[in-house]
């Protein structure tokens, strides 16, 4: 009888079977999945009573037993297409999936280097310490966190990106309070809250026992951020975007926008706890990626868009940007005024600032110059350690002009 075409080629022995799974679960947790001991005996129970004729209901069995939220279902998939293929040809297969991530031509699946570094196995373990290492000379070398701020988040490997994570979690983004047009109950608060004295008096027959007070809530801003995927500012973008997706991740009342010849809102895509998954989306929903630049026109539609919306209580805006305007500065004086006008502070980042000699000499620098409120570099860790220390309650705001 010949099997059908779907089948999986699985050893007949319960034994092989159990093996290939905690394989597949080892591999899982690897690349980043939260499984195990407990997760790899319910999914051989799982496999066993579905059964293994078909390659679908084995893949629904270890799904329904290995992947807990929504967003872990992209790695799964491919990490079962990568396995059952022929457990045997794991290296190969890492090899392959490595070669085609790092096509310039191709964009490489969500997970992917994360995925073939997993397939290819641990590391080998160290040399022991009884053996002399060479000595190195150090003395041009730089620490690994240095290295780090300057590596580019689409190069680093699993290790390096965890490392990163670890980073931009320190960077922890704590705007400054601000009031609001709410008030809450406080014995102790500045204004008298007549309503709450009378609802009092109230419950004890029209009696005054004492005087409820209020106070103002205080809430940090809403914070926006406008941020430039052209040519120009392709390198720049990658790492701006994983420190945007922890903010999203970690606030409330955070929008993100990007632009490059329109703008686009990718709010929701960020929300997405994956950060390869969350910019997989924002690929398939930007069009102009790494394309040319229309500033003027995009913030001339954010404002008459999106203003009213994001801009209310005191907002905060990062405008993200090296100012060279395709159209030549056209209409980007008024529309930056307006953006100015309508926020509490807006910050432009400008990652040509790491340059000693920089001189506003292009017609949408010197446009936009005069109309924002600070004006920083912005093109590696430390730059963004020094956003956050700004944006701190008690931070000192600077205009640099």
Same mark, same amino acid.
């Given at each position: 009888m010949?099997?059908?075409?779907?089948?999986?080629?699985?050893? @007949?022995?319960?034994?092989?079977?159990?093996?290939?799974?905690?394989?597949?679960?080892?591999l899982l947790r690897r690349a980043g999945l939260p499984?195990?001991?407990? @997760?790899?005996?319910?999914?051989? @129970?799982?496999?066993?009573?579905?059964?293994?004729?078909?390659?679908a209901v084995v893949k629904a069995?270890?799904?329904?037993?290995?992947?807990?939220?929504?967003?872990?279902?992209l790695l799964f998939d491919a990490a079962f297409d990568l396995f059952w293929r022929d457990p045997e040809r794991a290296r190969a297969g890492a090899a392959l999936a490595l070669t085609e991530a790092q096509r310039p031509e191709e964009k490489p699946r969500a997970g992917g280097r994360r995925l073939a570094e997993a397939m290819a196995g641990p590391r080998p373990p160290p040399p022991p310490p009884g053996e002399e290492k060479p000595l190195q000379d150090a003395a041009m070398t730089v620490s690994e966190r240095e290295a780090l701020g300057r590596l580019d988040?689409?190069?680093?490997?699993?290790e390096q990106i965890?490392?990163?994570?670890?980073?931009?979690?320190?960077?922890?983004?704590?705007?400054?309070?601000?009031?609001?047009?709410?008030?809450?109950?406080?014995?102790?608060?500045?204004?008298?809250?007549?309503?709450?004295?009378?609802?009092?008096?109230?419950?004890?027959?029209?009696?005054?026992?004492?005087?409820?007070?209020?106070?103002?809530?205080?809430?940090?801003?809403?914070?926006?951020?406008i941020c430039d995927i052209s040519g120009s500012m392709a390198r720049y973008a990658q790492v701006l975007l994983h420190f945007l997706h922890a903010v999203v991740n970690e606030r409330d009342r955070v929008q993100c926008f990007v632009f490059g010849t329109r703008l686009s809102n990718i709010t929701r895509q960020l929300r997405h706890k994956d950060p390869e998954i969350a910019f997989e989306m924002v690929g398939h929903m930007v069009p102009d990626w790494s394309g040319g630049t229309r500033i003027g026109e995009a913030l001339e539609e954010f404002n008459r868009r999106w203003g009213r919306r994001v801009l209310g209580q005191g907002a905060v805006v990062l405008l993200i940007t090296d100012g060279l305007d395709r159209e030549g500065g056209a209409g980007l004086a008024e529309a930056t005024e307006r953006l100015r006008r309508s926020c509490r502070r807006l910050v432009w980042l400008n990652p040509l600032l790491r340059y000693a000699g920089f001189e506003p000499r292009s017609q949408g620098i010197r446009a936009m110059l005069p109309h924002v409120h600070e004006f920083r570099p912005v093109h590696n860790l430390e730059s963004l350690r020094d956003l956050v220390a700004a944006l701190a309650p008690g931070g000192r705001e600077e205009r640099r002009r």
């Open positions: 010949i099997p059908p075409r779907d089948a999986l080629d699985v050893p @007949e022995p319960a034994a092989a079977l159990g093996a290939n799974i905690l394989g597949f679960v080892r499984v195990g001991p407990g @997760e790899a005996l319910r999914a051989a @129970e799982a496999v066993s009573l579905a059964g293994v004729e078909q390659r069995a270890l799904r329904a037993t290995l992947v807990r939220r929504h967003d872990q279902s988040f689409e190069a680093m490997s699993a965890a490392a990163a994570k670890r980073e931009i979690r320190r960077l922890a983004l704590r705007l400054d309070t601000r009031p609001t047009r709410r008030f809450r109950r406080d014995p102790l608060g500045p204004r008298v809250d007549l309503r709450g004295t009378l609802r009092e008096a109230a419950r004890t027959g029209g009696e005054i026992a004492g005087i409820a007070r209020r106070r103002r809530v205080r809430r940090p801003p809403p914070l926006v951020a």
